[in-house]
T-cell receptor, first 117, second 113 residues
Framework: EPEVTQTPSHQVTQMGQEVILRCVPI?????FYWYRQILGQKVEFLVSFYNNEISEKSEIFDDQFSVERPDGSNFTLKIRSTKLEDSAMYFCASNVRDSRSGANVLTFGAGSRLTVL | AQSVTQPDIHITVSEGASLELRCNYSYGATPYLFWYVQSPGQGLQLLLKYFSGDTLVQGIKGFEAEFKRSQSSFNLRKPSVHWSDAAEYFC???????????FGKGTTLSVSS
């Protein structure tokens, strides 16, 4: 079964450092997402991406975050200057839209755990 | 603002017993409804979804969920739980076609022998 693949599975970084989390979505999917889950809290939407541009973003997704699809297969989340509160599990997802309802049915990756010291 | 509430943080069920995980949402219209499961070290796997039509939906691994508009609920059920069902379960809603998913805080299911 097709998978969404995320790397690294776990990254430890110093506060203030830049981090890039990578995702390989399912090949025929067109919509891409990043979510995060701070330990013990709910899964929160960060950003969605379609047709090489951001289609929706949450208030969490501020100027220190950016996304891009550099080579047509990878989908990356960059955190420019990490803060302690960025420590979380980051999930990438991709989807095909349900043809009848238009609803998104997401397939998630296993997540990248980011620990900021 | 739309929200999803999973009232139970942690539930323990005996193997072979039935299970019901609660989910309530706050939204003016009928949203798209989902249940995801997360096993340790794994991603979020879709169990089932409701878009419209029959309010009782069947999913994978023997799970089902029932949409009750009057109660704004979408509770997940399984008649007989297996030890491998121990995981974190998330209810999620999308308020329109193409909109982002809003997740509940999750319910941790433990299965005792």
């Amino acid at each position: 079964e097709p998978e969404v693949t995320q790397t690294p599975s776990h990254q430890v970084t110093q506060m203030g450092q830049e981090v890039i989390l990578r995702c390989v979505p399912i090949s025929n999917h067109l919509y891409f997402y990043w979510y995060r889950q701070i330990l013990g809290q709910k899964v929160e939407f960060l950003v969605s991406f379609y047709n090489n541009e951001i289609s929706e973003k949450s208030e969490i997704f501020d100027d220190q975050f950016s996304v891009e699809r550099p080579d047509g297969s990878n989908f990356t989340l960059k955190i420019r200057s990490t803060k302690l509160e960025d420590s979380a599990m980051y999930f990438c997802a991709s989807n095909v839209r349900d043809s009848r309802s238009g609803a998104n049915v997401l397939t998630f990756g296993a997540g990248s755990r980011l620990t900021v010291l | 603002a739309q929200s999803v509430t999973q009232p139970d943080i942690h539930i323990t069920v005996s193997e072979g017993a039935s299970l019901e995980l609660r989910c309530n949402y706050s939204y003016g219209a009928t949203p798209y409804l989902f249940w995801y499961v997360q096993s340790p070290g794994q991603g979020l796997q879709l169990l089932l979804k409701y878009f419209s039509g029959d309010t009782l939906v069947q999913g994978i691994k023997g799970f089902e969920a029932e949409f009750k508009r009057s109660q704004s609920s979408f509770n997940l059920r399984k008649p007989s739980v297996h030890w491998s069902d121990a995981a974190e379960y998330f209810c999620a809603v999308a308020t329109g076609a193409g909109t982002a998913l809003i997740f509940g805080k999750g319910t941790t299911l433990s299965v005792s022998s």
